[in-house]
């Protein structure tokens, strides 16, 4: 009873903190399925479902509906990942698999609240728009040219149409990254549980080969004339996949990393350019799709799984 009280008391902490505290929400709100995944692994996942529904109960009746619903959409992530865990799947699969219910219950939950699929499209370009033009503000007060807000003036509608077209991929991705991180944790904390398959070395992952097949088609489809409903699929499904070579890539760096012994402050200041410098997070994914046929990491020649192999 104790522990389930100290859980509770944690995550809501933790999640009340990632609302409330602006750019610091942006690193609490992935950390908050961490205490009640580690709890439900630990005392039984059926306890574990309890205390998420407590702390649903709890903020729906003293925070409102929107934060009830907000904790709830961490509470489904965990639940999703509690049936995904302990089966034997790959790592690609207890991420997909949760992520994707994620996208449908929020497109379920953004129904509920709106009524159409329209009305949400609405809802969700008048917020784009508004903070566009916040940001125009702030770049005009910080002394930006004239000519240079002139254009992005111009160019404003285009990105806000471009954002809302691949929003869905966005959406999934970020669920994944959450999913990650919470993983990460988790076999940090149960080395020796079998969360997932493989469980050895995640730095000599390979995304699943036939994957390459659907960045083929789904880039051919880019640029099949008039269908726009299915490019903006292709679109959404290209940058998913894109993901996956993504990480296919930092896995190669990381295992050069490691290998190579590099410090660990370099390491940090690598993975930090390769995220927000769009140039090596371009290259990264590159890495990971050429890793296909070039085998950087020399794991065919080996003759084992990637699991296995040192």
């Keep these: ?5 100290l859980v509770l008391a944690s995550t809501s902490l933790l999640f009340l903190s990632g609302v409330a505290i ?5 690193l609490l709100i992935p950390l908050v399925p961490q205490p009640a995944l580690a709890f439900g692994l630990k005392h ?6 309890g205390l998420l529904a407590a702390g649903t109960l709890l903020l729906w009746f003293f925070g409102g509906r929107v934060l009830g619903l907000g904790f709830g959409l961490l509470a489904l992530m965990v639940i999703l990942l ?9 790592i690609e699969a207890v991420v997909a698999g949760p992520a994707a219910g994620l996208l449908a219950a929020v497109s379920g939950i953004l ?19 508004e903070n566009l033009e916040l940001s125009l503000r702030v770049y005009e007060q910080i002394g930006f040219s004239p000519e240079g807000m002139q254009v992005l003036r111009e160019r404003a509608p285009q990105v806000t149409e471009l954002v809302l077209q691949i929003l869905p991929a966005f959406a999934f991705i970020g669920f994944a990254v959450i999913l990650l991180v919470n993983l990460f944790f988790l076999q940090r904390r149960f080395p020796d549980r079998e969360l997932f398959m493989p469980t050895g070395n995640l730095r000599e992952w390979k995304s699943p080969e036939p994957l390459v097949w659907c960045l083929i088609v789904s880039g051919f489809a880019l640029f099949l004339p008039g269908w726009q409903t299915l490019k903006t699929l292709a679109l959404n499904l290209l940058l998913v996949i894109a993901a996956f070579y993504f990480f296919q890539g930092l896995a190669i760096v ?8 590099v410090p660990f402050f370099l390491r940090s200041l690598a993975y930090v ?8 997070t371009v290259l990264v994914v590159g890495l990971g799709l050429f890793d296909l046929w070039g085998d950087f990491r020399r794991l065919k020649k080996k003759d084992l799984n990637p699991s296995r192999a040192s």
């Excluded at 009873?1 to 009280?5: C, D, E, G, L, Q």
């Excluded at 039984?44 to 479902?49: L, M």
């Excluded at 350019?273 to 090596?280: A, G």
């Design 44 to 49: 039984g996942k059926a306890n574990g479902v």
């Design 254 to 261: 990381a295992y050069y990393f490691h290998r190579k012994n």
């Design 273 to 280: 350019l390769i995220v927000f410098e769009q140039v090596l």
């Design 1 to 5: 009873m104790k522990s389930f009280v």
């Design 82 to 90: 509690y049936g995904a865990l302990d089966r034997g799947w790959s």
């Design 111 to 129: 129904l509920f609240l709106f009524g159409s699929f329209p009305q949400i499209r609405e809802a969700i370009r008048g917020a784009l728009k």
């Design 22 to 26: 602006p750019f610091v929400g942006v």
